[in-house]
């Protein structure tokens, strides 16, 4: 099949990347010109693992190209997805400008019978507003199907070739054997193929995202309680995710959490809510403790040196806001690192992938080193932000003989506290006895 990709950011280019991979024949198209040379000589322009090789693989086989020209996309693909960025406008909600200013150019470069997909997390009723702005121009008939997607930063490839579900959204039964056919590969059962109408698509992609937030926040609340009566939230996390009802996926408390997608999809979610007279008030908690709990480190390591951090020198490993990714929006890394050189502290940070993004944001606020070990040397105090393998294996003896003060507050607890605690570390973590 002909598939067109509008945009090759994140989303889309692991969309096109994947379809390619099944044998079709995939343009991408994109206005950044510098980022079309490169993807045509196949470089990755975001970190994901595995990306580059199939990427690679399918740009030599001739079977996934790029451009700067939409209407030769247009006019060549029976199946073209909107993978746009869908940013929080200034009162919460998906600004969709993007999306339909793009569908509007596009119906009028329509040439036969095409099929529009929203690849994009989009709000409910985003098909219609879409099919809308098509119909402006185009002198054929389309159909708009919701297709939203279910990828994981660092993780990505695997989840587009082997997913648990794929869900296409449209009432219209032609539209629906054409998407039908374009996934085949990918579904193993039928189980995994969900169809529904374009509404109920959209919002479950939202559900799900806000779903996951919750639950890790009320974990995050469980540990913060346990910091409070003594108990030891990796005992509590063992005997509730043992619940066939609860499961043990998305219970690890931590520092909250960031990305490009659970804090904007929850934040349009309210949105969409208010906009048809419902408070919902359960995600509006989840955002409040989210931010509380991206600085709870901070307030842990001033209550240990009693507020006085001006001349405190600070390492922090990790910037991204999860491990695997180099994208650091909404990371709690930041959120972190502000009041700490507020109040004087120098930082010093590292990051296996992120350091160039975060470049971008922290500018020189902050030291920036080539190894974690050099991150750790000479510090007052560490701050673990991201669970990056390479932390989780850090040799700890060595970590015991590198720091000024053998202090390390972990806000992914990815050491073991009696180990921490038998080389004379005062080790503070999420939820668990504090070892001094």
């Known amino acids: 099949m002909n598939v067109a990709i509008i945009g090759t950011g994140y989303v889309g280019l692991v969309s096109g990347t994947c379809f390619a991979e099944t044998g079709n024949n995939v343009i991408c198209v994109d206005i950044d010109e510098e980022k079309v040379r490169k993807l045509t000589a196949g470089e990755v322009i975001i970190f994901e693992p595995g990306l580059d090789e199939v990427l690679a ?22 199946v073209i997805f909107l993978a746009l960025p869908t940013p929080p406008d200034e009162d919460g909600s998906a600004d969709l400008s993007y999306i339909l200013n793009s569908a509007n150019e ?21 098909s219609k507003l879409v099919r809308h702005e ?4 185009s002198k054929f008939p389309v159909s708009v199907v919701s297709n939203p997607e279910f990828l994981r930063e660092g993780s ?9 579900r794929v869900i296409i959204g449209t009432n219209d039964d032609k539209a629906a054997a054409m998407m039908v056919e374009l996934y085949k590969p990918f579904i193993k059962n039928d189980s995994q ?18 779903f996951l937030a919750t639950k890790i926040t009320f974990m995050n609340e469980i540990a913060n309680l346990c910091d409070r009566v003594g108990a030891n939230v990796e005992s509590v996390k063992l005997g509730i995710g043992s619940d066939s009802r609860i499961g043990s996926k998305f219970l690890n408390p931590g520092i909250g959490f960031g990305g490009s997608c659970f804090p ?32 709870v480190l901070v307030t842990k390591l001033k209550r240990y040196f009693e507020s006085k951090l001006e001349g405190l020198r600070i390492g922090i490993w990790g910037l991204s806001f999860k491990p695997n990714t180099d994208d650091i929006r909404m990371a709690s890394s930041l959120k972190i690192i502000d009041p700490l050189v507020t109040k004087g502290a120098f930082v010093k940070v590292y990051d296996p992938v992120a350091m160039n993004n975060a470049k971008h944001i922290l500018g020189d606020k902050v030291a920036y080193m080539q190894t974690a070990q050099e991150a750790a040397t000479d510090v007052d105090a560490l701050i673990i932000a991201t669970e990056w393998e390479e932390f989780c294996n850090f040799d700890i003896k060595l970590l015991s003989q590198i720091m000024k003060n053998n202090v390390v507050f972990d806000g992914r607890n990815i050491f073991d506290p009696k180990e921490m605690g038998k080389l004379g570390f005062h080790y503070e973590s999420i939820g668990r006895p504090l070892i001094k």
């Open 156 to 164: 990505a490839v695997n989840d587009f070739l082997f997913p648990e």
């Open 134 to 137: 098509l119909l402006k121009k």
């Open 57 to 78: 693989r399918n740009v030599n086989a001739g079977l996934i190209s790029f451009t700067t020209n939409l209407k030769e996309a247009v006019e060549f693909a029976d």
């Open 193 to 210: 193929l969900l169809l529904m109408d374009e509404k109920s698509a959209e919002l479950t992609k939202y559900a799900a995202n806000a």
């Open 264 to 295: 904007k999809d929850i934040q349009a979610l309210v949105k969409k809510a208010e906009e048809n007279s419902y408070n919902f008030r359960i995600l509006n908690s989840v955002i409040e403790v989210n931010e509380h709990q991206k600085v």
């Open 106 to 126: 596009i119906g009028g470069l329509i040439n036969n019978y095409k099929v529009i997909v929203d690849k994009s997390t989009v709000p409910v009723g985003t």
